[in-house]
């Protein structure tokens, strides 16, 4: 059986419920946080509770658990979900009031909801082993992107018109012509003199933890980085492409609007900065 974890107790996850008035579900007045997990331990637990921190803080929700806490309550949810290897969720939000745009003036107790779900790593490599295909959409997001918020309809509006068109990701296009990041990952490319092209971590996309532990991996090798957006037309020149992100670790993009990558074969520096990733972890 599934567990879920809603405000202090395990529930059977098709029992595990919300209020109608959560402000979460009514105004995405909500922030979240994903955790992968490997034999066990969360990966980047640092900086995903550190990202935790700072998107409850731009909310100004208060944390209503500690993180000793939740790592306890995590544990738990593993344990009793029998996973290894998988995604940890965890959102938070305002809490439950009467529906009011402007914040309950009397505070509320922020709702916590936890599930967890297992990670096929085998399926996982065959994609990394492949290769796969992005669409460009245009993104249509808020000014706030970095700020990890349950408001997700544009994110999912582009999964949606990347899997309608056989593709695996979509990456966003800002309105000056550039690729802000996917829907659900960090977007970069290898240009053909070897740099390593992602976009600055500005408010216009989420600082990817991911994204982080890559650009050191990458540090500690010697590789150039340049923190920029890149034009869909530089990422089809590119020598390599690929996405990062905790739920698919670094994957090799080998086709982009149609345009094949190089050979359309996945690149060499993508893989060895996949295999550092998952090595070190
Ligand atoms: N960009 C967006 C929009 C995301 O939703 C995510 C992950 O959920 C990422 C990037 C990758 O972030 P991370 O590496 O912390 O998983």
């Keep these: 059986m599934r567990f879920a974890y809603v405000n202090g107790r395990f529930f059977p996850h098709g029992e595990a419920s919300i209020h109608v008035e959560d402000r979460g579900f009514q105004f995405a007045d909500a922030v979240y946080e994903v955790w992968s997990v490997r034999k066990g331990e969360l990966m980047d637990a640092d900086g995903h509770f550190a990202r935790l921190e700072r998107s409850l803080g731009e909310l100004r929700i208060t944390a209503p658990r500690s993180r000793a806490a939740l790592e306890h309550i995590i544990g738990e949810l593993l344990r009793r979900n029998r996973i290894r290897n998988g995604l940890v969720y965890l959102q938070i939000s305002r809490g439950q009031a009467r529906r009011d745009h402007a914040f309950p003036k009397q505070a509320v107790t922020p709702t916590i909801v936890l599930t967890c779900k297992r990670l096929d790593l085998a399926a996982a490599d065959a994609r990394a082993q492949c290769g796969i295909a992005v669409i460009t959409v245009p993104d249509q997001r808020w000014a706030r992107c970095d700020i990890k918020t349950v408001n997700l309809l544009p994110n999912v509006l582009a999964k949606q018109a990347a899997h309608e068109a056989g593709a695996v990701e979509a990456w966003q296009v800002d309105r000056d012509g550039r690729v802000t990041e996917g829907s659900s990952t960090n977007a970069w490319i290898v240009t053909k003199a070897g740099k390593l092209v992602t976009r600055q971590a500005d408010q216009g996309i989420l600082h990817g933890i991911t994204r982080a532990r890559i650009i050191k991996c990458a540090q500690d090798v010697g590789l150039e980085i340049e923190e920029r957006g890149f034009t869909p037309q530089e990422a089809y020149e590119a020598r390599e492409a690929f996405l990062t ?20 074969e996945p690149g060499s520096l993508t893989l060895s900065l996949r295999q550092a990733y998952l090595g070190e972890a």
């Design 245 to 264: 992100s905790a739920t698919s670790f670094v994957t090799p993009v080998v086709l982009i609007d149609n345009h094949i990558i190089a050979n359309g």
